[in-house]
């Protein structure tokens, strides 16, 4: 809840949506700037003390410059979230390899070199872990990943930001195939890009569990997602042909992020974190293909 405040009051914003109303509340808070909201004709109003206006401005106007991405102006200082589709590139991209995969004939060799095989991940081939996200087995397999980074990818960055999101996805595939290879040690080898999909998957349900969960009244409601993550798991991926385990293990560890994600982050990352992470990421994918292709 905002502060009290006292004396002659101005009007900072007006007709912002709730969410926006909050982001502009955590960042006056942060600076230590006392504040209102009110319930305007349009929508809710930012409303701070005479005194407090230049420097409240200063403080939103930073924020927006460095958030440029998530925020776009429009009338009476209103701010508009901006949406992301990230998930097609990172489709494209799946779909780029699983072309290249094509050209190696499809041979069952390519699988072996570069699938998540538990063996070979305990013997400290990590690589493996990164490059089977981005193997699949035929076009049905390739198509419903797609489909599934598109559609949860994108939901995940629409909060987390597209460069903050995409890492928290492609660590949960390797911690997923991690897990899943500590569990199994020998015997077995999985491929796709599913298991940082059903990743997705958890951190939406962890994210939006802690959002829920911390609302009066909602603690039954804050259930909902994880019981809709966990029957997103249950139907989609526990074919006969799907590795559940790996399933299990990615989304477990979506869960876990995204709950530590909503707890711990209170406002999305500027332009420059969001570059970083995604720098982070390219650089986990580029090493982890340099080293499966020194391995001969």
């Known amino acids: 809840m905002p502060e009290k405040v006292t004396g002659l009051m101005r009007a900072l914003f007006e007709n912002l949506t709730t969410d926006q ?47 440029r991405d998530d925020f776009s102006k429009e009338g009476s200082g209103e701010k508009e979230f901006q949406k992301t589709y990230t998930g097609i590139w990172a489709a494209l991209l799946l779909l780029i390899w699983y072309l290249v995969f094509l050209s190696a004939d499809g041979d069952v060799r390519f699988v072996l070199k570069y699938g998540a095989s538990a063996t070979k991940i305990m013997r400290g081939e990590w690589f493996r872990m990164v490059t089977a996200l981005m193997i699949h087995a035929d076009g049905v397999h390739l198509i419903g990943n797609m489909v599934g980074i598109v559609l949860f990818g994108t ?32 015997g077995h080898v999985s491929i796709g890009a599913s298991t940082a999909v059903f990743g997705a998957i958890g951190i939406l349900s962890g994210y939006r569990f802690l959002k829920l969960l911390g609302g009066a009244g909602k603690q039954i409601r804050a259930w909902l997602p994880v019981a809709g993550g966990l ?15 790996a399933h299990l293990f990615g989304f477990v560890s979506g869960l876990t992020m995204g709950a530590i994600y909503a707890l711990k982050v209170k406002l999305r990352q500027p332009r420059s974190v969001q570059r970083y992470a995604l720098s982070a990421l390219l650089v986990v994918i580029t090493i982890a293909w340099l080293e499966a292709f020194s391995q001969g």
């Open 155 to 186: 939901a995940v960055c629409g909060f987390a930001g597209w460069g903050v999101g995409w890492l928290m996805i492609l660590l949960t595939g390797i911690l997923g195939n991690f897990f899943n290879a500590l569990l199994l040690r020998a």
């Open 231 to 245: 029957a997103l798991l249950g139907f989609l991926g526990s074919g006969s042909h799907s590795d559940i385990t």
């Open 21 to 67: 109303a909050n982001t502009c509340g955590l960042v006056l808070s942060s600076s230590g700037i006392s504040y209102r909201v009110k319930k305007g004709k349009k929508g809710w109003e930012i409303w701070v003390d005479e005194k407090d206006y230049d420097s409240a401005l200063d403080c939103m106007k930073q924020f927006f410059k460095e958030n």
